[in-house]
């Protein structure tokens, strides 16, 4: 989603305050920051990182540890570190700057919303509570905004919703309420709504409302086929959800139409095994169970014109010749995007490994 990650800049600057420092320092400050802002744009991460350290480092100096000043040119290189995966470096910065912020803001700024989308997502996944404590500390000051800002409010649920989701959090529920807004207020081909529509079609798939999700999802279609230049970056995961979404309810034939928009949209490769784009679990065999015996099937098959399996085979077993019979009756089950050929889906032979492993 657009707002979550993106790097802000701005900060404030009292000249009054400024009045007495040192001209040098503040020469040096200016042009850390131009250098830090030049970076920005080149995209280069590394040098990102290493100029807005010399800008954090030179503010810090200049403005004081409990400037806000200071704080915003943290958030600034905390954002970068975070987009070079480096977490805790991020996490070790922000924590402290978040009591300046409160004391700055007084606790109703999205300011602070924008801080603490900024501190959640620098726990990255090892502190999983944690990032969802920051993301309801986020979505609980957008109260007061809702008002006033209502189509901002709108968009930064609909980022939190997305990344709560991710987490497994039932508070990603909040991603129905931005849609309600975002559908009624934005074009339906609209960045935000095209999103939005993803991730409540994907919140609908969690928590077991095929037919909503379906519903949420198809919304988006019509956006892709009408859209010129290159192919929206949610096309294909789209139908590959919708494939999912219609082989769960048993509507193989409208999974069909999924399979093979894939399939056009992606070049078979020939010396790659394909991904199943629906696949259903073996059932381990009762026999190998009571043994606890582990073992593996190598299954062949066709992938046919609209995606089904045929014809498959179990060419190899280990551990019990029953993983053959549960491997084939698995995946006869599984669907995939077929290989196009000129423009037209043809059939194409593949195979794959299931691996049975019992719990110990």
């Not at 744009?41 to 800008?55: F, V, Y």
């Not at 959640?120 to 008002?147: E, F, G, P, T, V």
Request: glycine content about 4%.
């Amino acid at each position: 989603m657009p707002r979550i990650g993106f790097l802000f800049v701005a900060f404030l600057m009292s000249t009054g305050a400024l009045a007495a420092e040192d001209n040098a320092l503040k020469r040096s400050f200016n042009i850390a920051y131009d250098a830090f802002k030049n970076a920005l744009e080149s995209e280069d991460i590394e040098l990102t990182i290493r100029t807005g350290l010399n800008a954090y480092n030179t503010g810090k100096r200049l403005f004081g540890s409990n400037s806000v000043n200071t704080a915003n040119l943290a958030s600034n290189l905390a954002t970068a570190y975070i987009d070079n995966k480096e977490f805790k470096l991020a996490n070790d910065l922000l924590l402290p700057y978040i009591d300046v912020y409160l004391e700055e803001y007084k606790e109703d700024s999205l300011a602070i919303v924008d801080l603490y989308i900024l501190v959640a997502k620098s726990y990255q996944r090892k502190s999983k509570n944690k990032q969802i404590k920051y993301y309801q500390k986020a979505l609980s000051l957008l109260d007061s905004h809702k008002d006033s800002k209502p189509l901002l409010v709108a968009n930064i649920q609909a980022d939190i919703g997305a990344e709560l989701l991710s987490l497994g959090s039932p508070k990603s529920r909040v991603l129905i309420e931005a849609n309600d807004y975002l559908s009624k207020h934005l074009p339906a081909n609209e960045r935000q709504l095209v999103y939005s529509n993803y991730y409540t079609g994907n919140y609908y798939i969690a928590t077991g409302k095929t037919d909503k999700a379906i519903a949420m999802l198809s919304k988006n279609l019509d956006v892709f086929y009408n859209l010129e230049g290159p192919t929206h970056p949610l096309e294909l995961t789209t139908h590959a959800v919708l494939v999912k979404a219609y082989e769960k309810i048993g509507e193989s034939d409208q999974a069909t139409n999924h399979c093979k928009a894939i399939g056009q949209m992606t070049p078979w490769d020939d010396n790659q095994l394909p991904k199943p784009l629906y696949r259903t679990q073996p059932q381990y065999p009762q026999s190998a169970v009571r043994s606890r015996k582990d073992g593996y099937a190598i299954v062949e098959f066709v992938i046919d014109a609209n995606g089904f399996v045929k014809d498959p085979i179990s060419t190899e077993y280990g551990g019990s010749k029953k993983f053959q019979r549960a491997a084939i009756d698995a995946v006869e089950n599984w669907r995939y995007a077929p290989k196009f050929e000129n423009g037209e889906p043809v059939e194409a032979t593949s195979r794959v490994q299931l691996d049975f492993k019992i719990g110990r």
